[in-house]
């Protein structure tokens, strides 16, 4: 069952629309749930999930190692820096000089790498650690327990196929600490300044938790923006650009951005569930079936696909370059012909 949103009254105005956010509840039956995160994800490709497995002390934590970080002066923050691309990172979401009024500690999951980053980024490194670790730990479970959800409901007979990639140890899986310091109207003569930029996320999977300020938005196909009400005590799950392929184009990746607020601080924490570099996406077998019903894409490895991501523009549309047509003057270079 998908239960409105008691927060789902908004009030439209211009390109944006009032939708309720479909939300799924972790707690129902087995049987019920995969039907309603295939058909929230075929729909919207973003829904919220409550009664999820992640104690509140977990998510507590974190907030407070971030907003600590985000109260440092520039001059130390900076020294987690350059996010090349892990580390802090501020203003410019991208390489390719996208805009966006943001700062961010971007994170690879494996703890190895978390000890290594946490070393410029707190004072007491090893309690940052343990703390962003935990986290990963319970949030990847999220995920994995979202995925299986999703095979089921495609009837894909291997039950572990999504989950598998993403527990993989080489998992290429990131954690992002976003902060959208309020806007300086004064500044910005502006009042919807965006924070981060229109995009899909690249992975398979991202989970998503923020405070309690608003600012998310998700784009519906016909392009409206519909406000996402904030919501600290629960997950928001959006569908990836590689979810889209491995499922044949049957879930589409949201298209979201994030405003940044004029009186208070936002702060946002994304999961983003990805396979290891070498791993070669194809959509899953159930769901091709030639010549009938044809592989939409073309295969390629995660490595490929985030080289294409980071070789463009945040907006841009990633997933032509792979399409699997027909008419060669449509098809774009291979990946290795892309130039960073
Ligand atoms: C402009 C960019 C930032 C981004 C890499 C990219 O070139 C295009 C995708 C962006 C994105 C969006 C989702 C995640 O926040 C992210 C970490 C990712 O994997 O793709 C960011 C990238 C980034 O900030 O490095
Ligand atoms: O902060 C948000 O609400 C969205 C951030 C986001 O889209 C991202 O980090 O990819
Ligand atoms: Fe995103």
């Known amino acids: 069952m998908v239960v409105p949103s008691p927060n789902s009254i908004m009030k439209s105005c211009k390109k944006t629309k009032a939708m309720e956010i479909p939300t799924i509840d972790l707690s129902m039956e087995r049987s019920e749930l995969w039907e309603v995160i295939v058909k929230a994800c075929e729909e919207y490709?973003?829904?919220?999930?409550?009664?999820?497995?992640?104690?509140k002390e977990v998510i507590s934590r974190l907030e407070e190692e971030g907003t600590k970080f985000f109260a440092k002066p520039t001059q130390e923050k900076s020294q987690a820096g350059p996010a090349t691309p892990f580390g802090y990172g501020?203003?410019?979401?991208?390489p390719n000089g996208d805009v966006g009024d943001l700062e961010y500690l971007l994170l690879q999951v494996n703890p190895l790498c978390v000890s290594n980053t946490s070393k410029t980024i707190s004072n007491d490194s090893t309690k940052?650690?343990?703390v962003v670790n935990d986290y990963i730990e319970a949030i990847k479970e999220v995920a994995?327990?979202?995925?299986d959800l999703v095979v089921e409901g495609l009837g894909v007979p291997d039950k572990f196929a999504l989950s598998r990639i993403i527990r993989d140890a080489h998992s290429d899986s990131v954690l992002r600490i976003?902060?959208?310091?309020?806007?300086?109207?004064?500044?910005?003569g502006n009042k919807?300044?965006?924070?981060f930029g229109a995009h899909s996320d690249p992975q398979i999977l991202t989970i998503m938790w923020s405070n309690n300020v608003g600012g998310l938005q998700i784009s519906t196909s016909e392009g409206l923006w519909i406000p996402v009400p904030p919501d600290p005590n629960h997950f928001f799950v959006m569908v990836g650009d590689l979810l889209q392929v491995l499922?044949?184009?049957r879930f589409i990746s949201v298209r979201h951005r994030a405003l940044t607020n004029t009186m208070k601080a936002r702060m946002s924490i994304m999961y983003f569930a990805a396979p290891p570099p070498n791993w070669w996406i194809t959509p899953l077998p159930k769901m091709v079936s030639p010549p009938q019903i044809p592989s939409l894409y073309r295969p390629f490895t995660w490595a490929q696909y985030k080289q294409a991501a980071y070789s463009l523009r945040l907006g841009d549309s990633r997933l032509d370059l792979f399409k699997a047509q027909k008419d060669t003057h449509l098809v774009a270079a291979s990946p290795s012909h892309i130039q960073c």
Do not use: A, D, Q, R
């Open 90 to 94: 501020f203003t410019n979401i991208g």
């Open 45 to 55: 490709g973003f829904f919220k999930v409550v009664n999820h497995s992640v104690p």
């Open 128 to 130: 940052f650690s343990c």
């Open 247 to 249: 499922t044949n184009g």
């Open 192 to 195: 919807n300044s965006i924070g």
């Open 178 to 188: 976003n902060h959208y310091p309020p806007l300086n109207l004064k500044l910005k």
């Open 144 to 147: 994995c327990e979202i995925v």
